[in-house]
């Protein structure tokens, strides 16, 4: 199947909000059936994220992508590879997301091309600005929010950040509030100025991803910008 061109990504990127990050569920049952519970639930945006135990090697990262993949294209949502241009490309990837640790962008965009979409993660106002402008940029994550077990020795700027980059800076670029979000943490996310948010565990631990997806979903949903 074709995948999506750059203005289909840029499109359902503008209108994501909500994005899920998950591991390969090596120990935890079925990748598949987890990823088509979430992504009916409302997930726009998958990524496989992979690091409990060390990084996946390429083969299986690649393995795992395409299950997410063919649960993308069923429900229409975008898929995303972490850290990994080479892989991005290997699986026509939608979306690839790079720490400010990572691959530069620009080294990035030359493997890709202008199709797939480059997210950023940002964890200071100035980081944001950055990534609201840099070149070949096309979305930014801030966080974390809260202080969180899924990325240990990260330092949390916490909302006052998200407030900060909603008041202050050019968010012409979507961007992502991200780090310790749940269902329960969500409306303060959201009155702190975030339309769109990033979560791993709130999804990949509960016992209904579908429902934990939706209730997400909502929460950000009744804002349009
Ligand atoms: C959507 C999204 N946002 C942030 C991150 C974190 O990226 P990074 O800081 O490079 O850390 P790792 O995830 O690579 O450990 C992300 N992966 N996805
Ligand atoms: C992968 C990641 N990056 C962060 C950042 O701030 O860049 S916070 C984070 C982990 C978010 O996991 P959870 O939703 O389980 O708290
Ligand atoms: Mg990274």
């Avoid at 797939?116 to 993660?121: H, L, N, Q």
């Avoid at 106002?125 to 840099?134: D, F, G, H, V, Y």
């Avoid at 930014?140 to 077990?149: A, K, L, S, Y």
Wanted: glycine residues 8%; negative net charge; aromatic residues 4%.
């Amino acid at each position: 199947m074709p995948g999506l061109n750059g203005d289909q990504i840029r499109q359902r990127l503008a209108e994501a909000r909500l994005y899920l990050c998950t591991d390969a569920r090596r120990s935890r049952g079925d990748l598949a059936e987890f990823a088509d519970a979430a992504l009916a639930g409302g997930v726009d945006i998958i990524q496989l994220r992979d690091k409990t135990d060390g990084t996946l090697e390429a083969s299986e990262e690649i393995e795992a992508l395409e299950v997410l993949a063919r649960a993308c294209a069923k429900h229409g949502a975008l898929l995303s590879v972490n850290d990994r241009a080479d892989i991005a490309l290997a699986v026509q990837a939608d979306v690839l997301h790079l720490g400010q640790d990572d691959l530069p962008v620009s080294v990035a965009r030359r493997i890709l091309g202008d199709d797939p979409v480059i997210g950023r993660s940002t964890h200071s106002l100035e980081e944001a600005r950055r990534a609201a402008t840099e070149d070949g940029v096309d979305y930014f994550c801030v966080g974390p929010c809260w202080p969180t077990p899924t990325k240990p020795g990260r330092p949390a700027p916490g909302l006052e950040l998200v407030r900060a980059v909603a008041e202050g800076i050019d968010t012409t670029r979507p961007w992502f509030a991200i780090g310790g979000i749940d269902e329960r943490r969500v409306g303060e996310v959201v009155a702190a100025g975030a339309r769109r948010a990033v979560v791993v565990r709130a999804i990949t631990e509960a016992e209904d991803p579908a429902a934990a997806a939706t209730t997400l979903r909502q929460a950000l949903q009744p804002h349009d910008s």
